[in-house]
Antibody, heavy 117, light 110 residues
Framework: EVQLVESGGGLVQPGGSLRLSCAAS????????MHWVRQAPGKGLAWVSR????????TYADSVKGRFTISRDNAKNTLYLQMNSLRAEDTSVYYC??????????WGQGTLVTVSS | QSVLTQPPSASGTPGQRVTISCSGA????????VSWYQQLPGTAPRVLIH???QRPSGVPDRFSGSKSGTSASLAISGLQSEDEADYYC???????????FGGGTKLTVL
């Protein structure tokens, strides 16, 4: 059974940093592109970033470029999102997703990040 | 135009057929495949349709997707109360070099 379990969310002050993790199991993690998608409270979905299977290629939404870094450790079957210079508008539930837009598309349950003083 | 436009709301009675539209542009829907997601209250999104019209295993055949030019549609036939949810379209956008989501459509089963 495919499982994606996010962790690392919480309350952080504006300008602070946080690292999210996504533990994957039930599939060959090292074969798939992985993504982060977020959803602000009461709002729609917004794509954040993606990384290819071996971690050599990354892409970011303009809203997080230069502040967020996506990475992965295929030996640990774990995806990461390092978030720096956090702003109030980054407050969201962050989902990791496998093969977004593809036939193996699957999402975790999400972790809440709240940026507030 | 790097925006996917959906109606904010839709409704139907049990047993009815409803459609939800998703309007985009040549940089996204016309050139790339469309996926549709269902988000039940308090849960993570799950894919209903990928590659414009393909249903993953486990998704009822009441759900169907189509695409024509710069627009796509999700149809739900035999509407059931458990279909009450938010629905999102999504596609890769070549101009943004990223995934675009529609604003979402809240489906109410009357």
């Amino acid at each position: 059974e495919v499982q994606l379990v996010e962790s690392g969310g919480g309350l952080v002050q504006p300008g602070g940093s946080l690292r999210l993790s996504c533990a994957a199991s039930g599939f060959t993690f090292s074969s798939d592109w992985m993504h982060w998608v977020r959803q602000a409270p009461g709002k729609g979905l917004a794509w954040v970033s993606r990384i290819n299977s071996d971690g050599s290629r990354t892409t970011y939404a303009d809203s997080v470029k230069g502040r967020f870094t996506i990475s992965r450790d295929n030996a640990k079957n774990t995806l990461y999102l390092q978030m720096n210079s956090l702003r109030a508008e980054d407050t969201s539930v962050y989902y990791c997703a496998r093969s977004l837009l593809g036939r193996s598309d699957y999402w975790g349950q999400g972790t809440l990040v709240t940026v507030s003083s | 135009q790097s925006v996917l436009t959906q109606p904010p709301s839709a409704s139907g009675t049990p047993g009815q057929r409803v459609t939800i539209s998703c309007s985009g542009a040549s940089s996204n829907i016309e050139r790339n495949a469309v996926s549709w997601y269902q988000q039940l209250p308090g849960t993570a999104p799950r894919v209903l349709i990928h590659s414009n019209s393909q249903r993953p295993s486990g998704v009822p055949d009441r759900f169907s997707g189509s695409k024509s030019g710069t627009s796509a549609s999700l149809a739900i036939s035999g509407l059931q109360s458990e279909d009450e949810a938010d629905y999102y379209c999504a596609a890769w956008d070549d101009s943004l070099t990223g995934v675009l989501f529609g604003g979402g459509t809240k489906l109410t089963v009357l």
